[in-house]
């Protein structure tokens, strides 16, 4: 059964450092998202992304974070610089369709990112 | 305020058992309404999708139902199984000129022997 990946794992990082979280979404999927969830938190919307572009991002995603599918699998996000609060664990999603429609959303196992 | 809320927070049961989890939205405008499961540690896995004009959606052991006059809906979980332990989490997706997601903050559920 096709499935999201995600890598690293685990990541931990130091405060101000760059970080590339990636994701390899199911093939077919045309839709991508990211989220995360600070540790006994709810999971927060940041970015989703579609035809090469972002279609939408919350308030969460500032400056300091970018998206890119830098080629026909791959689907990274990217901290400028890493702040404390950024720790959490991050999830990538996919889906044929957009979220309006009745169409699931496949999660990734999601990396946690820790930050010194 | 978009928000969803869960209830209860926690929950003991034994195996074999049934449990119901309560779930209320105030997301307006709402096009659909969905219970993930999230084992710890992990990503979370969609159970049910429901529309604001269906009533009830089962898989499985897995019923939900959706009253979205009163804007609640439940999960019931039938015959509790060890690996049902786990956060059940409520979403509803906003569609207010931009599509998002909009999660509760779960039920964490413990099925023990």
């Known amino acids: 059964e096709p499935e999201v990946t995600q890598t690293p794992s685990h990541q931990v990082t130091q405060m101000g450092q760059e970080v590339i979280l990636r994701c390899v979404p199911i093939s077919n999927h045309l839709y991508f998202y990211w989220y995360r969830q600070i540790l006994g938190q709810k999971v927060e919307f940041l970015v989703s992304f579609y035809n090469n572009e972002i279609s939408e991002k919350s308030e969460i995603f500032d400056d300091q974070f970018s998206v890119e599918r830098p080629d026909g699998s791959n689907f990274t996000l990217k901290i400028r610089s890493t702040k404390l609060e950024d720790s959490a664990m991050y999830f990538c999603a996919s889906s044929e369709a957009p979220p309006s429609s009745y169409n699931e959303q496949f999660f990734g196992p999601g990396t946690r990112l820790t930050v010194l | ?113």
């Open chain 2, 1 to 113: 305020k978009n928000q969803v809320e869960q209830s209860p927070q926690s929950l003991i049961i034994l195996e074999g058992k049934n449990c119901t989890l309560q779930c209320n939205y105030t997301v307006s405008p709402f096009s659909n309404l969905r219970w993930y499961k999230q084992d710890t540690g992990r990503g979370p896995v969609s159970l049910t999708i429901m529309t604001f004009s269906e009533n009830t959606k089962s898989n499985g052991r897995y019923t939900a139902t959706l009253d979205a006059d009163t804007k609640q809906s439940s999960l019931h979980i039938t015959a509790s199984q060890l690996s049902d332990s786990a956060s059940y989490i409520c979403v509803a997706l906003f569609s207010g000129g931009y599509n998002k997601l909009i999660f509760g903050a779960g039920t964490r559920l413990a099925v023990h022997p």
